[in-house]
């Protein structure tokens, strides 16, 4: 017997319930500090003072919280399909091999011409393979939760082939392809503003950022207010109910899957040709398990994606800065910081639910 779901305000679903989560989660990683002896107050204040207290600090966390953007908002997408898409690693890794090898073979092009073809070389290959498992569920059941998992270790193979016995760096005892030509490259941000009298100090930060911020307002635009958002959501609320109503489960099954993977396909945009100016193995980093939580705590919807990606951007950075202050919290203990976030707002979703719904009730009754 299926459990009863609990309705919520819309703004206490969407705003609510994430803010006591994420309180709970620093609370417990609070403890966590305490334990090994630190001063859990003096911690987030460094925390913060890290990722938020300087110019260059805050370009670091728009760099990571841009990666985050691309990762949540294809977990978001999939999710109103009613699919739980998992495979942003792999589907990232091959958009980097596809804009790789655009950002190489088409090196004479304008960089007007070869960055938005880089770029476009990149989503379609993200959407390629996002497409596939989409596909399988669609036409031979294959759950997409276990073809994107089995997917990633399948992209992460190919990538290592390629990048030591194709594409590699000649005599390069790494496995990375050979630097783009400078006209295949994002700008850098404080490269981008100084012309307008703006000094920034030199970040990762590049016009990927910009990109990041166009694909939140292209995807609300698309999930809600447009035929086809409509039909992505009404297949992932009812499945049966949509089509009765004319639209294809399967095909939409399919775009959702498709149009996830090319926006993790964002990944790689901002670190190959935004950051490292050439594909490096496993450049990915768990950014696009970490998309997985961005999406769930931001309800699917483009304004919670970028929040929350603004939340662990914030921890990267910051967290980056606090293990270098404090060296007794090591990088690993901010991971578990991250992960305790993770786990509130993922797997105790439905706990901190029932406590905001009953607190609810409460002061309606008051």
Not at 15 to 29: D, Y
Not at 59 to 85: K, Q
Not at 176 to 189: D, H, I, K, S, Y
Not at 348 to 356: A, E, I, S, T
Request: net charge positive; hydrophobic share 55%.
């Amino acid at each position: 017997m299926s459990a009863t779901p609990i309705d919520l305000p819309r703004w206490a679903d969407a705003g609510l319930v994430p803010l006591v989560s994420v309180t709970a989660a620093l609370l417990v990683a609070g403890l966590v500090v305490l334990g090994i002896g630190e001063s859990p107050l003096e911690a987030t204040a460094l925390l913060l003072k890290g990722a938020l207290g300087s110019i260059e600090g805050l370009g670091f966390t728009l760099y990571y919280t841009t990666n985050f953007i691309f990762t949540g908002l294809a977990v978001a997408v999939a999710f109103h399909a009613g699919l739980f898409n998992i495979g942003g690693e792999g589907q990232a890794t091959i958009a980097g091999i596809f804009l790789a090898l655009a950002c190489l073979w088409l090196a004479p092009l304008p960089g007007i011409l070869l960055v938005p073809l880089a770029i476009l070389a990149g989503a379609a290959g993200g959407a390629l393979y996002g497409f596939i498992p989409g596909w399988l569920q669609a036409t031979r059941g294959s759950h997409v939760v276990i073809t994107t998992i089995m997917f990633n270790f399948l992209a992460a193979t190919l990538s290592v082939y390629l990048l030591v016995n194709v594409m590699g760096k000649p005599g390069s005892m790494q496995a990375e392809t050979p630097e783009f030509a400078g006209n295949a490259v994002l700008t850098p941000m404080h490269q981008l503003l100084a012309p307008l009298g703006i000094r920034l100090p030199a970040t990762p930060l590049n016009t990927a950022f910009l990109l990041a911020l166009a694909a939140l307002v292209a995807i609300w635009a698309l999930i809600y207010r447009s035929r086809l958002g409509y039909a992505i959501r009404t297949v992932g609320a009812n499945p049966r109910a949509a089509a009765y109503a004319g639209i294809s489960p399967a095909r939409m099954t399919m775009v959702a899957m498709a149009l996830s993977g090319a926006l993790a396909g964002g990944l790689a945009v901002n670190e190959a040709m935004g950051v490292q100016h050439r594909l490096l193995i496993d450049f990915t980093a768990g950014y696009g398990f970490v998309g997985i939580a961005v999406g769930l705590m931001g309800r699917g919807h483009p304004i919670g994606v970028a929040l929350s990606a603004f939340l662990f951007g914030v921890l990267y950075q910051g967290g980056a800065e606090l293990s270098f202050d404090k060296p007794t919290i090591t990088r690993d203990m901010v991971v578990v910081i991250g992960g305790v976030v993770i786990l509130f707002a993922g797997a105790l979703d439905g706990l901190f639910r029932k406590l905001v719904a009953s607190a609810l009730r409460l002061g309606r009754v008051a």
